[in-house]
Structure formats: C-alpha cells, structure tokens
C-alpha cells in the first residue's frame, strides 16, 4: 500500500498537548514531524518518543520544518496569533478552544483563516464523547420527536487557581462554554437570549476577583427551544457530566461515567464507585476521537466538524451570560454582537 | 385495650377521596362516620365500603354529625369556604391542596383557622413520599454539607383538560406548586427571587387559554441557595418525579420510580419498564403516609408537618412566576405580596 | 348493584395469618366471616378490625359457620388436617405452603380434595410478584425465545431459630422449595434430575442438627433446560430474591427490589438503600395479588392458579435435592417418587 | 534521564498479538526489536507500526536477534515449543493461554522454564480488567467477610467455528478456563472436586464434535468455598462477563460493561446500550494493564502475577469438569492428577 502520511507539529507539550501528541503518534496515518515548547523537560519527554526534531519557539517551527498541519495547544493568550500565522503559511489548523476572550480578535482570526482557505477545527471535545455523540444519533434518528428541553449538568472536581481565574475570562468562558457549545450541538439552531444566575459559593477568593463557582444559565434558543444549564466548580465526588433531551416522544439521558461498574452490598447499604475523577479520564477516547476526525477531515477534504463559527457562538453566549448576571436580566444576543 | 377511635367525615370522593377513605378505612384508631359527595354512585361505593351515613351536602353532613375532623377533597373552589365552616365548628382539618387562587382569600381562611384554634393540614403528598423523605433526612444527617442548587423535575403524563387547565390557575398553580413546595421543604428557607420562562409545545390550545406546557423556573432563596425546576405537562414515558440537591460535601439524587426492575437484554439493547404512570401509582403510599400523620398529629397534638401557611408561600411563589413569565425578568416576592 | 359476598374464614393470625386477613377486609368482595387463633390476643387485635366472631378452635369455628372457603395460616403441622377436614365441608381452600413434609400425606390429601371437588390454592407467594410476573409475560411472549438457562439467588437477612429448622425440614424444604416453584413456574416443564451442595458456613448449630445455610442446586429439566439455584440463610444486607433467564434470543433478569431509589454521591463513593429486609417487605404486594387471585377464581370457577401438585412436585425436588447432598451425587426424581 | 528499554520481540500477530505489539509501542520504557509472523500482511502492517525486523519464523527470529523478552501470541500448538525454546535462550516470556492441553506437556514445559530460572507470565488477561480487580481489592480489605460463595457468568456473542472447537479442547479449556482462573483468583485457595453439567442447546454441529455450548460448573474448595460457573457460547445480545462474590459480612458484584451509558425513555419503555460487543471491547485496557504488569515484573524483578502454575491448575479444573460431564458425578481434581 502507498500512501502520504500526514505531517503535523504540535506546539505546546501541557496536559491537553501530551494527549494529542500521543495520540498522534498512534495513528499510522500520521506523521508527528516536530514538537514546541518552552520547556526543556517537555521537549525531552517528547524525544523519548521519538519525536527527534524539537522547537522552543512555535515561529521558528513554522518556519524550519515542512508540515501539513498544525495541533496548538499552547496558552489561550496565544492561539489567536498562533493561529493567524499557521494560517498564513496554509497550514491546516486543530486550535484548543477559545480562540481569544474578545469577539473582534476571534473574527478577525476566523477571516484571514476563510481568506487563506486552511481548514480550523476548534477543540470541543465533548462531541467526539460517547455519552453525548449517542444523544445526537439518537435525536437524528427522530428517536424523541421534537425536543422541547435540553439539560446539561457540568461539574468540576475542584475550582482552578484563582490567577488562571483571573485570566480566563471565568466560569461562563472557561468552563460553561462546553455546555453552551454542547446545547447548540444537540439543538441545531442558534441561540436567542441567555438568563444567568449564580454565586460563589464554595470560595471566597473566587468572589473576590468577580467570579462565581456555582451557576445555572437558561437559554432560549430561535427555534423555541430551552437549554438549562447548571455547573459547579467543585463536586465533592468527582467530575459530573451529565445531558438530558426531553422531547415530545420521549427523552434521553447521557449518564456520567464512574471509575467502575463494580457494588458492593453491606449491612450499611449498597456502594459504588465514584465518577470518573475529571476530563482526562472521562474524556481519554474523546480526544482521541477528536483528533481521528481532525485527521480524517483533512485526509477526506469533508468540513470540520466543530468550526472557529462554533467558537464564536459559544464566546456570544458566555459573554451574554456575563451581562446577564451581572445586570440580573435576561440577555439577548443581539445586545452583545452589535 | 381501651382506647376511643377519631371520628372522621370525608368531602368528596374524588379520584383523590377515595384514596384517602380507603386510607382512613384501613386505620384501626379511625371511624369514618360519614362521607358527602354529590353523586349517588360515589355514595353507593361508600356504602359498600361499610359507611352507612352519606351526605349529598357538606354542610348538612357537618350539621348532623358529631365527628372530631374532616377531609376535604372537594372541588378546589370549594375549599376555602368547606374549611372556614369546619374551623369555625372547631374540627381539625386536612384540606386538599390550594386552599384558594387569591392570597388574600388564603390569608382570610388561615386567619380564622388560627382564631378557631384548630389544626389545618394541606395536602402536600410529595413530602411523604419515601424518595424525598429520605433526602430529606440525608441533609438534616448532613450527609451532604452545605446546599448550594436544589433541581426538581416534574413531568405528567398527559395535559388535563383545558376546561381545568382554565380554572386552575395554570401549570405554576396547579402543577410546580408541588416543586415550589418541595423546594422550600427541602432548602428549609424562604423564598426570595422567582425567574420563571416557558411556553406552549405540545398543544396550542394550552397557549390559547393563557397558559404554557412547559416551563424552568428559577427560585432563589433568603439563604443563597438556588433551586431550577423544569416541568412539562406531557411525557410520553410517564411520570416523571426526581429530585435532586448538590451541596459542599456530595449530591442526593431521589431518582424516578418504575414499574418493576427487570431488565431485558436482546439483540436491540437493554430494556426496562416505563415509569409509575401517574401521580395515584407514584404516590400511592405518600397519600397512606400522609393520612396517617395526619391522624397522628391530631392524636398527639403535635404541630402538623404540612400548614396552611405552606400552601400560601408557594402560591406567592406560583403568582411570582406568572408575574415573571408575563414580564419578561426575575420578580421578588415583595412584589407580590405588597 | 346486587352481589353477594363470599364468605371467607381465616385460620391463624400469625405474620401471614395477619397479612391475609388485612388483604381480605380491604376486599369489597368478600366478608370475613369469623377467624380462629389459640392466642387470645390475636383474636382481640382481629376484634378491632371488626370481626365479631373469633374461635380458638379451627374445628368449631368450622361446625359453628357458614362460610364458602378457608384460608389456612397456622402451623405447618396443621395443614394436612385442616384441608383434609374442610375439603369434607366442601370449601375453598387456601392454604400456606407446605401441605405436608412427607409425600405420602400430601397424595392422600390431594387425593381427598380431588374427591370432593373443592378447590385448593397454596400459598407459593412468589408467583405473584410484579418481577417475577414480568419474568413470566415477557417469556410468554417470546421476548428471549426457548430458555437455555434459569438462575434464582434467594438469601435471607438471617436464619430462623434452631427449632424451627428442626422441624421445617430445612433449608431445601422450607427455604429452597420456593425456588423449586419459581423454577418449574418459569421453565414450563418437570424436574427429571437434582443435584445440590452445601454447608453450614454461617452458624455451625445449624451444621449440628443436620441441615446447611448456603446450597447451590442444579435442577435438570425433561425438556433439557437447567436452572441453578444459590441460597443462603443470612445476607449481611437484607433480602436477596432475583431470577435470570437466558435464552436464545436474549436474557430477562428479575432484579432485587431496594428500600428506595435514591443515590447519595460524597467524597467516599456512591452510596444507596439496602434491598427491602425480608420477605414481608418484599411481597407485601404480591400477599395481596395473590389473595385476589383466590377470591376470583373462586367467583369466576376459573382454575386456581398455584395448585396442590403443585406443591407435591417442589416437595419431590426438595427430598432429591436432600438425597443428593447426603449422597453427592445428582438424584433423579423418579427415585424419589418410587 | 539514562535507561535501557526492555527489548522484546512479538511472535504471532493475529487479533491479540496485535493489540500487544500495539500496547508494547506505547511504552517508553520497550523498545519492540522485531516480529514474526507466516503471513506477509501482518508483517507489513507491523513495518508501518515501524517494526523494521520481522521474521516468517519464530526460531529464525530469536536466533538473529538481540531481545531480553518474548510475547508469545502464536497458535495454542505452538506455546509449548516456543516458551521451551525462549527459555532455553534465557528470555522472560509472556505467552498466551493455554500452555498446551496435556498436563505432561504443561509439567514439562513448566519444569523447563524453572530449571531455566526465566520468567513465565501467562495471558489470564481478565485478572488485569478494573472490575475483577477492584472485586479482589474490596476481598483483600475485607470488605465482605469470609466468602461464601462465588458466581462467574461468561457468556460470548457467539461461537467460533467448529474446527476451532475440534482443536481448542472445548468449551471448559477454551473458554470456561478464564472462569477457573479467576475464581481460583478471588477464592485463594485450591480445587477439591468439580461437578459440571451442559448441553448443545445453540448449535448441534457442537454436540456432535462432542462439545457443549452451554455449561454449569461447580468447584468446591480445599477452605470449603463454592464457586458456581454458567458459561454460553452464544448470548445474542452480546459479551457477558460478571462476577458475584458472596461472604458473610456483604456482597460485591462486578456488573457487565455497556457500550455507554445512555438511557432512552420513550412510550415503549426503557431502552439502554447493548453490552460491549466481545472481548477486543471489554477487555482493552485489561491487556494494556496486563502488559504493563508484564514489563514492571521484568524491571523490578517481582514475581510474574500469573504464572504457569496458574495454567495448570486451571487446566486440571477443565479436564476435572469434562470428566464430570462425561461420567454424571463429582470429580475430584486428585482423580485428574494421579
């Protein structure tokens, strides 16, 4: 059999960018070409792995090597820029979400990337997740008629450092804009206007630089639709990721997934495992589906199947729901993207 | 043993009357001396049942009795009036839920009820319902810390008839006010903040006569605590009825209940029952529960575990969420109890 | 509406005794007509349900009454004598299970009973439980085509005292004969071979007055289907009573049924209810079921649904099941029934 | 960081040498130096992998190259030569089940590889699944007392092909042997004595190659325990695998794994996922966790987790239980081993 391996570099070796690399590195479809970062003990690590061509500077990786595409993984503050430059150098690009906090920079970005005509796929990865690709099958074989109600519940184990708080635009950005992207997924239509509500509850110090750790948001979407939405930043029991569709022939749940299916029944009653503790156990097959399609989209020619345009979208939800609580109001969309 | 029986009547013989005669009948401390209802064939059951004086006429019935209480499960426009007359011939009450549409006809009633110094218990059956009793006692145990977000969900099988949905004051009046309740009962605080939306889905003629099918309501109390309830009048798989509280220290789910616990596993997958189809299979043994407090309190002269003081704090909160929906924003209870 | 009641007496007011006669008051058919019991006290307690006539002596309450069936809860030893004496009156009969522990008897009084046309219902409660029923419809209907394979677990929260053990015939007659039922119920066809192990692993009193407290049973069926059958005598948590069918099309399983449904999620694991403790809890609906089956077979002639061959044929494979343990060998029912 | 990869050759890459050579391929800590395979296809595939050196071979292999270690995954004929080979060359050997299916053969082999003073690790891949384990884990911490009884279920989607069947030894030593190995696992003790009983109920061609497709097994333990196996070749609705363990103190049980978690509530009923189709899905991360045991028992010098003392005895089991089947009785395993 003859064929052309794919040749990508991944800039950026952290949690999330030593998962993609792995899985890169299984795929005989692929060619992992060179690796960036900062760090030395990253760089390193990827040389055990074979990977013998390593950058610190992500610029200077463009530059030297002749690659297909490109997997960014590096800091949030960086993706917008990052992204521009693989763009301009017709690279295809796998970009972790959100391309930037403001809504001008991530247009601008997802212009030049439509003017260069390269291929974006943004990183959200719970729709390459088991649980929630069956709700969708489901819905698209019409198995619960029209849906009338869409339920997420997302749950973290712990909050983050309150300095990545600071910087990450808060929950509605970095945390529940997996939930507003999950919604706009199952709906299939756009979003109308967003009602959020909520508190710190768990932390103080998260109050204190203006965010909150526990929220429910409603949204209302054009085609009549509701989503409610509720997160935590700090489930006692582990990661809780959850979806309910209620249509009008039935319903479906998206379970959690647990560490196992094991019970134990004694005189003090009947005992099971906890969750998955967070989105590196429970979503270790998603990213690895991610990255499968990202490969496969670029092999076949098809679209991305999540786009910069979904990106967008969830950044205009986050940041109505922002107004919205902070103004105790409902929000429309319109009022953010003028 | 020597020990005098409560003599009892019962108004109205209902779906929900006859539950709780039959309920009565089975308790040995009890004599149901009498029942009212204006059909002869609710009389004739009666009568085969062993009571041998029944009334066309509550008034007449409580006139030519000599009993210590009485039930009430009369039509809901009767209600006020029927317990107004029993508290003024100083019996104890049990009234089916509302008292009344109007606060200030509740208030009137609730005012003579404490003059005539009588006990009043409103039917509230949920929070006799062994799921939700046992949440309940999980969170006074604190088995779950602190509550930050309270969710119910409650779905009916099918709409009732429009004809009722007209004079029951809508879906918050005669349907979330179980989980306005149940809220309250739960999170052991008032209410200060009502966020409520919906609308129409699964029958315009619902929309027509004013009212929705579907709806999320948000409620926040004095406490901090939130609590999101979704409701739809129609589920194709039955009734749904789950409960659940997320605190500092772990989650309490009281899941659904269901007709059996088979499960069927073929070359389609793995199947299990429906649901308990309706509120008479779900809370069969809620409504014996709550006879027997009631039965209980009277005997022991303990406060009653449900009061009409219950039945007007979630009619504010019902009339707050009609206030909210028809207005677009987030109402305090203030307003509506100006 | 014209009807008349049958006339129903009950003998012994034991735990079943109790349980039957509050099914049969609740009953609008039938009229309890007297009840007998040695103990004064259950005699009064049946006086305050509103039985006016009660005896001590079972046989002057049948001289002294006109009744059209009995149903028999008194001891064991009894039960030969009791049927036998009312089937000569020509009543109805329900009777508690076992008829007899020797075979012989149990002929000679099915043999009268068939004699005198009356009819004989035993009291296999099991039958009549929703699980189990499910179990027995969905095979009915095909669901998992022909049965390859029957499992039952059945454990008790605890063993019953010595004495009793002594004279119940043990762990296979008093215990496992239920399972024998439930077997045949489901499998459609007899027993040909038995083959059983055990010991006496929870309490070697037990061990020491010849019986055992854990037993696995094979039961070979004449159309080659095999059951398996575990017991125990004590289960640490609670009441342990589930059924799997495996067949060529699928697998149905009769799961154990559980206090409530509720699951409390904290930082030590998931954790929810014990299964209902005994068998009172467990079957208290299928108590009921069964007694309304009595009542209408006997209105509507229909055949009775749990016979006395019935309970002849699980009383031979329990005497093989005794054989084969003593011997280590399996033991076809033919040698039993010589 | 200095060390030195294991280096490893894989022999035979049919459906399980490939998923070690792939496992193998991930860890950091191997270097896989070559392959051998008969057909060129799987040698090809492995060069994509970038396996430069492979053999048609396996003699040829071990002679030409430079390993510390053998993964055996050729046919179950070939064990026997091929582990006595690499043990003669001094390699640690990982080989798959069974060793051969003569006990002479076995004892051989066995004595070899001691006198060698190699390691042996044999595929019981199922002690590395998370269920099975965290079953001995809660044992280990006594979660549930003395055990009492253990209950394996193995049923497979469906039958291999008869020539299989004719080579493979039959149900009990191709595939009940698992279920040997891991009750010999959790129990921690010998088998005394074997009673086995089944049938063809699936497929006569299997009964009339003298194989059965549907078996029960008993084992009785030196410390008294009993263990009861149900084994099917066919369950239509996919790959079952649980485990019961029964002791004084609780229950534990190891429930089946569903390809995901998805409830679906519809008019119907309740619909959920089939279970994981066969052992590729279920046991995944089972034969990565067994290969990662294999390679830290070789870094570390600790004792292999399953060694060849546990394919013996487990093949003692199996022919133990094809006695019992064939003569009707209990079979002691000292009869197997005289």
Redesign the interface.
Known sequence: ?EFKKIKIAVAGLGRIGKIHL?NL??N?NVEVVAVSDPLEISR?KAM??GIHITFVSYYEMLEATNIDAIVICSPTDTHADYVEYAAKKGLHIFCEKPLDLTLQRVKEVLHIVKMQDVKLMLGFNRRFD??FK??KE?IQKN????I??V?TTS?DPGAPPIDYIKRSGGLFLDMAIHDFDMARFIVGSEVREV?A???A??NPEIGKVGDID?A?T?L?FYN?V?A?I?N?R????GY?QRLEV?G????????????????????N???????LHFFLERYEKAYKNEMLNFIECMASGMEMPVTGVDGLKSLQIGLAAKKSISE???VAIGEIDE
């Open positions: 059999m792995d590195l299984q005989d390193t055990e792995k088991k649980e069956k709700v489901l198995a619960i008629g029209d009338h109600l339920k749950r009602y509500t909520g508190a509850m768990t526990t429910i409603i209302t009549g509701k409610v509720d935590s700090e489930a006692s029991y809780d209620f009008s022939k039935g319903m479906i749940q998206a379970n959690n997934n647990f560490q196992d299916a094991h019970q134990l029944f004694d005189a009653g009947t005992h099971s495992s906890l969750p105790g109001r409902p």
